[in-house]
């Protein structure tokens, strides 16, 4: 046991190069948002420099929490010149860190009968690391002296008045709260408290915004309880919330409804609307993510079949002809949560659920996680995004852009301008394990409090967010005009009908979008079933395909090429399916050649796939492949190139498995154009491939 002890006291001296003070209360005013005010239980008061805490009552644990901030990662110094006034003198005061609340923390006390104590609270039991053991130096009541917690390396310590009393190992941080606790009825009084690190500037990003007010949306949207978790559509008209504790909730007005508000023409936000059921229901309802089509929401906790309130966990609701469904309980392989609260976001293509939980891999409290979408719907077991966004703190209400790139979510665990500030980072591959190192977006958006819930619709001209409302410290909605810096990157929002191509009638039914250079399924969509309206977000640097897909058609594909796109745009464009009968003729849009070539181009081969596919699970169908060009160049050359570009798609289909007799390869060269071969667009429409069906 002793050289344990001599061990931690000598790892102490090591590390401690370049601390100084990076925070410094003299309590010549209330910089450090310390309790102040005359309650049952006792007072507290800031005047002529001194913090003056008196408690009354004679049982359980006070304790008053500041605003400063520890990185709990690094080595570190919390000082307090502290003196006791009056009060029982066995029992301690002194300093609380690590702390999430008031019943998981960290602390150290010293009584004024000459003893100390280093104790634990975990879930509401404490437990002593070191009990109550006497000291010899310990001033008289009435006298100054310091207290001071230090962390070197992997030993802690407590020091008196510069003196090191003990050496202890280094203690879990349940949070990143601190401040002062008095065990009993006492009276003392503080000169100032201390922090001591190495410095560190905030790490902020590149152009952020810089003197751009933060906007509430005003008493039409805020209301008198907590206004939160904002979600706007990828379209920017329509922004979903929480509201509680709040009267106009459904059942317990004390748990949260999902509210939703409408941009109007003159660009403020129209007055709060209740989503009503069956979103919300008398428990506990919010919203995390609504796909870019506004065809399907993710949900907070899970529903029985007839809508009522459940338990944990995450639910999905798609739009019908009759309005939005009774949520369905999403399934998570080997899903759990250890902290009381978790937020969640879906990235826009559908595939990756993000969560802020806490598990036993966690790196601090609430960690930031990602599941990825399975054939069969459900989501993987939850794997951390690793030690880039991940800290000791809590990561909390993740939101990611409409480029699935960009990554803004709120953190304690960093420094910033506020207890809880909003970070942004980029995604650098495919892992979802590495990511560009998290930028505070600076002090027009951070403010002195605490700030969460970012979000940005496709354009990102505005952020939304939630902050403390200065006046009366609930929970509001605020908009902030964004700087380039900390924009997400462009995207195409594409938008339209799903039709039939026969009769025009809308269709709903799943639109799927892919990478054409990496024959890669990037994101699903629905459209409405009304309308047959659809929406779509296609992120800059790539060729996509898209497509609406049902029984008894053919899925006509279109195309967009975003490799040069530098600013964010809007697109309409409807999707054809055609009716799968003798006689139909449908263009093959995404077949690639190079220019004078009958050489596929990698791009083609989930065009081709598909058709091959359509083949295979149809065998009595039998096709002619057409080649067609403009009327660039002469007859015969024009038609000997189609004719050489259908013999390439029949080998290859061929090489799928399709049979060489049920499919016939013709080349009409220029002979029969689709569009004039005046302009560029009408010379693209004609060089092209089809297949008709000639029986079935």
């Not at 410094?24 to 001194?50: L, Y």
């Not at 005061?93 to 009968?113: E, F, L, P, R, T």
């Not at 006492?186 to 000169?191: A, F, G, N, P, Y």
């Not at 026969?502 to 979008?513: D, F, G, M, Q, R």
């Amino acid at each position: 046991m002793l050289t344990f002890v001599v061990f931690l006291l000598s790892a102490l001296f090591v590390h401690a190069q370049g601390i100084s003070e990076v925070y410094r209360d003299d309590f010549d005013d209330n910089k450090g948002h310390w309790k102040v005010g005359n309650w049952s239980n006792g007072s507290a008061t800031i005047a002529n420099g001194i913090y003056t805490i008196d408690r009354i009552p004679q049982s359980n644990e006070w304790y008053i929490e500041t605003s400063a901030f520890v990185d709990y990662d690094a080595d570190y110094d919390i000082e307090m010149k502290v003196r006791q006034v009056s009060g029982v003198v066995n029992h301690g005061y002194g300093i609380s860190w690590g702390a999430g609340d008031a019943q998981n923390s960290n602390g150290v006390v010293v009584s004024a009968d000459g003893r100390y104590k280093i104790y634990t609270w975990r879930g509401g039991r404490q437990a002593d690391i070191i009990g109550w053991t006497p000291i010899e130096g310990i001033p008289p009541q009435g006298t100054w002296h310091i207290l001071t917690v230090r962390k070197r390396g992997s030993g802690m310590s407590l020091l008196l008045d510069g003196t090191t009393i003990v050496g202890f190992e280094n203690l879990s941080i349940s949070g990143g709260n601190l401040g002062v606790v008095l065990n009993n009825k006492m009276k003392i009084e503080l000169d100032y408290f201390v922090i001591k690190q190495v410095p560190k500037p905030i790490v902020l990003a590149e152009d952020h915004p810089i003197n751009v007010p933060r906007v509430s949306l005003g008493p039409s949207v805020n209301c008198s309880g907590g206004d939160l978790s904002p979600v706007i559509t990828a379209n920017g008209k329509r922004l979903y919330f929480g509201r509680y504790p709040f009267r106009g909730n459904m059942g317990d007005t004390t748990t949260e409804d999902i509210w939703y508000t409408d941009l109007q023409k003159d660009g403020s936000w129209g007055a709060a609307q209740n989503a009503g059921s069956p979103l919300n229901n008398e428990g506990a309802n919010f919203l995390i993510s609504i796909s870019p089509d506004e065809n399907s929401v993710l949900l907070g906790n899970t529903y029985s079949t007839t809508g009522r309130p459940r338990g944990a966990g995450v639910s999905s609701s798609v739009k019908t002809s009759q309005g939005w469904s009774i949520p369905k309980e999403v399934r998570i392989d080997n899903y759990y949560n250890r902290h009381r609260f978790s937020e969640s976001c879906l990235d826009p293509s559908g595939m990756i659920l993000m969560m802020a939980i806490q598990r036993d891999d966690s790196r601090g409290q609430k960690d930031l996680y990602f599941s990825q979408r399975k054939k069969d719907g459900t989501f993987s077991t939850p794997t951390s995004c690793g030690p880039d966004l991940n800290t000791w703190g809590s990561e909390m209400s993740p939101f990611l852009a409409a480029d699935g790139t960009t990554l803004y979510f709120a953190s304690d665990g960093r420094r910033g301008f506020g207890g809880v500030d909003i970070w942004m980072t980029r995604r650098l591959d495919d892992s979802w394990t590495r990511w560009s190192e998290p930028k505070n977006l600076g002090p027009s958006i951070n403010s002195p409090e605490w700030d969460a819930y970012y979000t940005v619709p496709a354009r990102g001209d505005y952020a939304y967010l939630c902050g403390m409302n200065p006046e009366n410290g609930s929970a509001d909605l605020y908009r902030i005009k964004l700087t380039k810096g900390v924009q997400p990157n462009p995207v195409v929002l594409v938008s339209g009908r799903v039709l039939d191509a026969s009769t025009k009638k809308p269709i709903a039914t799943n639109v799927e979008y892919e990478s054409l250079t990496k024959s890669k399924i990037m994101g699903i969509a629905r459209s409405e079933p009304n309308q047959g309206a659809y929406k779509i977000v296609l992120p800059a640097g790539d060729l996509y395909g898209f497509r609406a897909e049902a029984p008894g058609y053919y899925p006509v594909s279109d195309r967009l090429d975003t490799r040069d796109l530098a600013e964010y745009a809007e697109l309409t464009r409807d999707l054809l399916l055609v009716p799968i009968r003798k006689n139909v003729t449908i263009v093959l849009n995404n077949l690639f050649f190079d220019f004078s070539k009958s050489d596929i181009r990698q791009e083609s081969i989930p065009e081709l796939n598909r058709l091959a596919q359509f083949l295979a699970e149809s065998p009595k169908i039998t096709i002619e492949l057409s080649g067609h060009t403009d009327n660039v160049g002469g007859d015969a050359a024009n038609k000997v190139l189609s004719q050489d570009r259908v013999n390439a798609v029949k080998l290859y289909l061929q090489g799928r498995g399709v049979g060489e007799a049920r499919m016939k390869a013709v080349g009409y060269g220029k002979s029969k154009p689709l569009a004039t071969n005046v302009t560029d667009k009408g010379r693209q429409r004609n060089r092209r491939v089809e297949f008709k069906i000639l029986s079935m």
